[in-house]
């Protein structure tokens, strides 16, 4: 049982634009500008895509954005690309122990 | 360029003791936290707990603590995950990550290649 929940999976075309959710509670998401979101390919180390709920790393895609409303944050790829289809996991940091919790993680797939 | 290098994989039985190592290069060591992270076979992401190498001040999720121990060498640039008594269940990859905590900040910016334990009889 994750601290944060996303859904399972997610799918889109080539060129659409798709938005994982992550919702968590007052305690994580909901009160701190804390969350972050990494993509990990397979067989690969996760790579940090979004952090402080929006900003992107230098060398992120602008087509990778993040927001958030309330106790949920979202995550959303615009123009699909087949390199985007991997695994997506948000983050937050937590008042309440553990101070680090992920989301359990969704998967993304290009059709 | 920032990089962590983690140690390579490891084969253990259940009950050995192990410790795994991520060294730091590219950026003053001591002044960011090290996390360590365990993915188990084809599942998400669990934060286990960090370090603070400047003064070795350790954090620890409750489903971690007393199960392992995290440590630091600030001389060598390196941060050490360590098992006294390994089980089966403890079979997963391991990240360490570089984290970014100062004010208004909290992510995981670096990451380690990720150091595969197998413990298996």
């Known amino acids: 049982h994750s601290a944060l929940t996303q859904p399972a999976s997610v799918s889109g075309s080539p060129g659409q634009s798709i938005t994982i959710s992550c919702t968590g509670t007052?305690?994580?998401?909901?009160?701190?500008?804390?969350v972050s979101w990494y993509q990990q390919h397979p067989g690969k180390a996760p790579k940090l895509m979004i952090y402080?709920?929006?900003n992107r790393p230098s060398g992120v895609s602008n087509r990778f954005s993040g927001s958030k409303s309330g106790n949920t944050a979202s995550l959303t790829i615009s123009g699909l690309q087949a390199e985007d289809e991997a695994d997506y996991y948000c983050?937050?940091?937590?008042?309440?122990?553990?101070?680090?919790?992920f989301g359990g993680g969704t998967k993304l797939t290009v059709l | 360029e920032v990089q962590l290098v983690q140690s390579g994989a490891e084969v253990k039985k259940p009950g050995e003791s192990l410790k795994i190592s991520c060294k730091g290069s590219?950026?003053?060591?001591?002044?960011?936290?090290i996390a360590w992270v365990r993915q188990m076979p084809g599942k998400g992401l669990e934060w286990m707990g960090s370090?603070?190498?400047?003064?070795?001040?350790?954090r620890y999720s409750p489903s971690f603590q007393g199960q392992v121990t995290i440590s630091a060498d600030r001389s060598i640039s390196t941060a050490y995950l360590q098992w006294n008594s390994l089980k089966a269940s403890d079979t997963a990859i391991y990240y360490c990550?570089?984290?970014?905590?100062?004010?208004?900040?909290?992510?995981?910016?670096?990451w380690g290649q990720g150091t595969l334990v197998t413990v298996s009889s």
């Open positions: 990550a570089r984290q970014e905590t100062s004010v208004g900040h909290n992510y995981f910016d670096y």
């Open positions: 590219g950026y003053i060591f001591a002044t960011y936290w």
């Open positions: 370090i603070y190498p400047a003064d070795f001040e350790t």
């Open positions: 007052s305690s994580d998401v909901g009160g701190y500008n804390y």
């Open positions: 402080d709920v929006s």
């Open positions: 983050s937050s940091y937590s008042s309440r122990s553990p101070i680090v919790v």
